[in-house]
């Protein structure tokens, strides 16, 4: 049975937990206060690039299971689980601004007047939950009105739809296990094993999940650094990682290093939590101190190839901070397009999905246009067309020869025969 759902924030969670729900069976309706964004959602239209959201939105809008609103009030008297997805952007000095969050619960207590379930889905420092259920308590609600949960999301940009239908897990910070069960019901399409915890365990499991995934970056930057100065092939490393159950296979990718909506942000976050307790976690500082000096470890091969790269033409592909998305948020490419804008290249920008639409920068559509007479190209996000360019054509267009692939996913033997160059980190 449709249970009847309030997704608070349409953003990549919040507009992904919608649709999934939707197409599930649940009666949902999703509050944005973007007015903007809220019209252009309910005329089908999906303001972030997310492969198969858009249909998926579509179909759902059209047999009324998902409805856009952007105001709160009827959508939460309407509904049993009222789910936040807001945004918790970084403060300027690393920790976790819950503005959003706390805006919410101010509005919610306003409106709620009989029993909620109230599922926090946003990334939340420790902590977090447990003063929103005393803050939902001062702004007027009684005790019995309400129940919070803290459910994190997992979901990787690019692989959203995938990741919210069929998660490896499901994770439940709860103050009464009783709630539990209706979790069970909302995710019945779900196989994923449960792991119930305390609201603080919920938290932490959340940014451990991410701080593991950034030490793992790091460390692979730093083996590739290693590498450089062994004469070995950090790819051979890689593969001798992956091949061990105990390692995993995934995120052994030496490169740029990591950006995105989520790792940066709460891997400050985490160390912040930290410091504010009397523990730093040494690992994640350190793997985020390797993760800030990619983008110059870059700058120095870009300056070995150029000498002076002022006035010289630059193509760079890719923008966005990974494949498969339009999110730019703490992108390296983004990083390293400013600071070529800095030493005065021409910068020519092709990414698939961004137009950065910045005066510094000269930005086309086509991918080999984009290289025509420039001195070098630099592959900035693994995006698979890079992967199956047409090299030939590419040195055609091009005035040097000189390929530094910041991701290392270009094989030298797809090059050489066009006698082209290829730089890549740790490549032996
Ligand atoms: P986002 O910035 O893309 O979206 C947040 C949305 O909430 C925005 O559209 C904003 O206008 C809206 N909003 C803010 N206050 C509101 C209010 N009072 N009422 C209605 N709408 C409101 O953020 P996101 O990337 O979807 O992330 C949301 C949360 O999920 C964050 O805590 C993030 O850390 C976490 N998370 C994100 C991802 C990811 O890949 N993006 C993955 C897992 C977890």
Same mark, same amino acid.
């Given at each position: 049975m449709g249970m009847n759902v309030c997704v608070i924030g349409a953003g990549y969670v919040g507009l992904t937990t919608s649709a999934v729900l939707a197409s599930q069976g649940h009666n949902v309706q999703c509050v944005e206060k973007d007015q903007e964004k809220v019209e252009r959602l309910k005329s089908g239209h999906v303001p972030i690039y997310e492969p198969g959201l858009d249909a998926m939105v579509q179909s759902n809008v059209n047999n009324k299971q998902l409805i856009f609103v952007p105001e709160m009030r009827e959508a939460v008297k309407q509904s049993e689980i009222i789910f936040i997805a807001v945004g918790t952007p970084s403060l300027e000095d690393g920790r976790t601004n819950l503005r959003y969050i706390e *805006? &919410?619960?101010?509005?919610?207590?306003?409106?709620?007047?009989?029993?909620? &379930?109230? $599922?926090?889905? +946003?990334?939340?420092? @420790?902590?977090?939950?447990?003063? =929103?259920?005393?803050?939902?308590?001062?702004?007027?609600?009684?005790?019995? *009105?309400?129940?919070?949960?803290?459910?994190?999301?997992f979901l990787r940009e690019g692989t959203a @739809?995938?990741? =919210?239908?069929?998660?490896?897990?499901?994770?439940?910070?709860?103050?009464?296990? +009783?709630? $539990?069960? %209706? =979790?069970?019901?909302?995710y019945h399409f779900s196989p994923a094993p449960y792991i119930i915890t305390s609201f603080n365990g919920a938290e932490l499991i959340k940014y451990a999940s991410n701080a593991f995934l950034a030490v793992k970056i790091s460390f692979m930057n730093e083996m590739a650094l290693l590498s450089e100065h062994f004469d070995i092939n950090v790819q051979d490393i890689s593969e001798g990682l992956k091949?061990?159950?105990? @390692?995993?296979?995934?995120? %052994? *990718?030496?490169?740029?290093?990591?950006?995105?909506?989520? %790792?940066?942000?709460? $891997? +400050?976050?985490? @160390?912040?939590?930290?410091?504010?307790?009397?523990?730093v976690p040494q690992l994640v500082e350190t793997a985020q101190r390797v993760n800030e000096q990619m983008v110059e470890v870059y700058i120095d091969k870009i300056k070995q190839i150029l000498v002076d790269p002022k006035h010289k033409k630059v193509a760079v592909w890719g923008a966005s901070f990974k494949p498969n998305t339009d999110d730019t948020r703490h992108s390296r490419a983004i990083q390293l397009i400013k600071r070529l804008v800095e030493l005065k290249s021409?910068?020519?920008?092709?990414?698939?999905?961004?137009?950065?639409?910045?005066?510094?920068?000269?930005?086309y559509n086509d991918l080999y246009q984009a290289v025509h007479g420039v001195d070098l190209l630099i592959v900035a996000t693994e995006w698979e067309e890079f992967t199956k360019a047409d090299w030939n054509l590419v040195k055609e267009k091009m005035d040097g020869s000189m390929i530094i692939d910041a991701r290392n996913v270009l094989k030298c033997s797809d090059l050489e025969k066009y006698e082209l160059q290829l730089v890549g980190i740790g490549r032996g």
């Open positions: *805006q &919410v619960l101010q509005e919610l207590a306003t409106i709620i007047t009989s029993y909620k &379930v109230i $599922v926090s889905k +946003s990334t939340v420092p @420790i902590g977090t939950n447990e003063w =929103m259920e005393k803050k939902l308590l001062q702004e007027g609600l009684k005790q019995g *009105q309400f129940d919070l949960i803290s459910n994190p999301e @739809i995938a990741d =919210m239908l069929s998660p490896d897990k499901i994770v439940l910070g709860v103050k009464d296990a +009783s709630n $539990v069960s %209706l =979790m069970k019901q909302l091949t061990d159950p105990r @390692i995993g296979p995934l995120f %052994l *990718q030496a490169g740029l290093g990591y950006g995105g909506s989520c %790792l940066p942000k709460d $891997v +400050s976050s985490l @160390i912040k939590q930290g410091e504010e307790v009397g523990y021409h910068v020519q920008v092709y990414d698939p999905v961004v137009k950065l639409e910045w005066n510094e920068v000269t930005e």
